[in-house]
């Protein structure tokens, strides 16, 4: 009989939370996005018999459920410390490294050759038709390996590096050199994925050299704080309670006036827009967050144009351009829908423009796109 009444009170206890679990997620309203992750979250797919037939309802429908579920982002925090009692180093996707880094993981199975030769072969062509320069820049994983737990497997992005340059020859900004220099400074932020501002100042010093202009423009003495506390989309994977990152700029940017138009409608006069440092996507400081195509006016009677073909690492870095162009265009594949060929050639004045490629290794492979 206890047996009996210990698996009727077991039974009664797991239909009592999904009953109530299933009640308050009809109750909640949907949410459309994650603060806290910083992306959209799946809706409620559509229901219909070819859907099902297909097998892409069940699929969609689960992910639904996973990114609606009732109070998702505590159960992240509590699957974090769960883990951690574990002694776990990996967590969501994120290696919890050395001095406060976390540290995206990038596992080598993740990129097969094909999927990279894909990537390279359509970078050549940009290269060969717009005689483009090519900035890949590694990311943390690679240059700050002594953060990395003990062990700890990331794709090589040195290799990729190699044979990018052996593809596009002159056109390639050797980015990794530089970082792996300076790899015991504040080069990338410990709670988010991007570079910091002074990662971004020692990758114009590459550019520079390729360039032929003057490296060392922006030094890190030079910088001034834009915001504190930042907490970056790694933290938000783990949810972890830890310490923010500083938010730095160089105001030698400042100097000049420009006029900033964004998807050729909304005008700023800064490349900063100061807003999102009241916001947890502080990073969106830099030119305004993502959009299609940001229009930069430097003033400059110089008469040079560059067009910028990038991923999010391009926002902090594009300022520190403004001294050397009239005109910047910046332009995101992931947004823009129309075809680049045909923008770049309205763009073109009678003297040419440089053409400047801007991703980190990992969104290169797995973002890098256009139609010609």
Known sequence: MDEKRSALFTIIVITSIIVVFGVADLIQKDRLYSETEKRVLASRPKFSLEALLREDYTGKYETYLTDQFVSRDKWITIKTYTELALQKKEINGVYLGADGYLIERHLPSDYTSVQVNKKIALLEKLVRDWDAAVMLVPTADNILGDKLPAYAPYYDEKSLLDQVARHVGEHYVDVYSVLQEHAGEEIYYRTDHHWTSLGAAYGYDAWAEYSGKNAGLYRA???????????????????????????????????????????LKEEGDSCYEESHLDTKNKYGFFLDDNHA??????????????????????????????????????????YFRGRLYELMESYEPGQGMDVLVLYNCIHFIEEFAYVE
């Not at 994977?237 to 420009?258: C, Q, W």
């Not at 008469?303 to 001294?323: E, G, H």
């Open 293 to 334: 195509l940001v229009e930069i006016d430097t003033g400059n009677p110089n008469r040079k144009t560059l067009f910028v073909i990038k991923d999010s690492y391009a926002n902090c870095f594009v300022p520190l351009l403004i001294p050397h162009y009239q005109r910047i265009y910046v332009l995101d594949p992931r």
């Open 221 to 263: 003495e030079d910088m001034e704080l834009a915001a504190e506390d930042f907490l970056g989309t790694l933290q938000s994977k783990v949810n972890l309670n830890m310490a923010g990152d500083d938010i730095y700029y160089f105001p030698r940017t400042l100097e000049r006036s420009v006029k900033v138009t964004y998807d």
